[in-house]
C-alpha cells in the first residue's frame, strides 16, 4: 500500500534557523506531491505543491520543496523560521492523474516550534 | 469566494447515537472528499465523490458510516450507532477535477462520542 514518512515528528527551533522538514514516499509511479501545514487553530492550508517539470517547487512564506524521484523523496525547506511558522507540517501523495486514485495518503505530521 | 465549510463545528453525542455532518464544498469542485484527523491514526482518507457518485469508499471504517452527496454539491456523511472510537476531528476537502488539483479544506467537525 502507498505509504508517506515523516521522519521528524518534533522539531524546536529559534528563529532565524534553517528548515529542513524530511518526507518520503513509496510509490513508485506518477505521483502528485504536497505540503500542506495547519496552524493552531485553524484548518490545514496548502504551501505547496509538484506534479511536473521543475523538480525545485517554491511555495508561500518562504518555504521551497525539492522531489528527488531516485530517493521517492520531497522535503519541505525554508533558510529562515519566524516565530509565525510554528505549525503542523504534513506531507501528502497521491497518484497521477487518470489513475483513479486520487485520495491523498498523509504523512504523521510534523510539529514545529519555533521560539523567539 | 467562499471556502469549504462545515457544520457543525463541533459535535458532542451519546454512545450509540447517530450522527450527520455536513459539508458545503467550493462552488463549481466536482470532486469532494471526506478525511478523518484522529490522535492515533493521523489523518486518514474515508470516501471521495466525483460528481454525486463515490467512486472509492475504501477508507470507511466500517458500515456504520456512509456519506452521499445530492446535486453535485453539498455532502453529508452519517455516522450511525456511535462509538467512543470515532472521536475525531472529520475533514471536508474539495478540488476542480481529480488528482492533478490542489484538494482545499474545511474547518472540520470535532465529533466526542461519550
Known amino acids: 500500500a502507498q505509504s508517506v514518512s515523516q521522519h521528524n515528528h518534533h522539531v524546536i527551533l529559534s528563529e532565524a534557523a534553517s528548515l529542513e522538514l524530511g518526507c518520503n514516499y513509496s510509490?513508485?509511479?506518477?505521483?502528485?506531491l504536497f505540503w500542506y501545514v495547519q496552524y493552531p487553530g485553524q484548518h490545514l492550508q496548502l504551501l505547496l505543491k509538484?506534479?511536473?517539470?521543475?523538480?525545485l517547487v517554491k511555495g508561500i512564506k518562504g518555504f521551497e520543496a525539492e522531489f528527488i524521484k531516485s530517493k521517492f523523496s520531497f522535503n519541505l525547506r525554508k533558510p529562515s523560521v519566524q516565530w509565525s511558522d510554528t505549525a503542523e507540517y504534513f506531507c501528502?501523495?497521491?497518484?497521477?492523474?487518470?489513475?483513479?486514485?486520487?485520495?491523498?495518503?498523509f504523512g504523521t505530521g510534523t510539529r514545529l516550534l519555533v521560539s523567539p | 469566494g467562499a471556502g469549504v465549510s462545515q457544520s457543525p463545528s463541533n459535535k458532542v453525542t451519546e454512545k450509540g447515537k447517530d450522527v450527520e455532518l455536513r459539508c458545503d464544498p467550493i462552488s463549481g469542485h466536482t470532486a469532494l472528499y471526506w478525511y478523518r484527523q484522529s490522535l492515533g491514526q493521523g489523518l486518514e482518507f474515508l470516501i471521495y465523490f466525483q460528481g454525486n457518485s463515490a467512486p472509492d469508499k475504501s477508507g470507511l471504517p466500517s458500515d456504520r458510516f456512509s456519506a452521499e452527496r445530492t446535486g453535485g454539491s453539498v455532502s453529508t456523511l452519517t455516522i450511525q450507532r456511535t462509538q467512543q472510537e470515532d472521536s475525531a476531528v472529520y475533514l471536508c476537502?474539495?478540488?476542480?477535477?481529480?488528482?492533478?488539483?490542489?484538494?482545499?479544506f474545511g474547518p472540520g467537525t470535532r465529533l466526542t462520542v461519550l
Open positions: 476537502a474539495s478540488s476542480l477535477e481529480l488528482a492533478g488539483d490542489t484538494q482545499y
Open positions: 501528502a501523495v497521491n497518484r497521477g492523474m487518470n489513475t483513479g486514485f486520487q485520495k491523498l495518503v
Open positions: 509538484y506534479f511536473s517539470g521543475d523538480p
Open positions: 510509490y513508485g509511479g506518477t505521483v502528485n
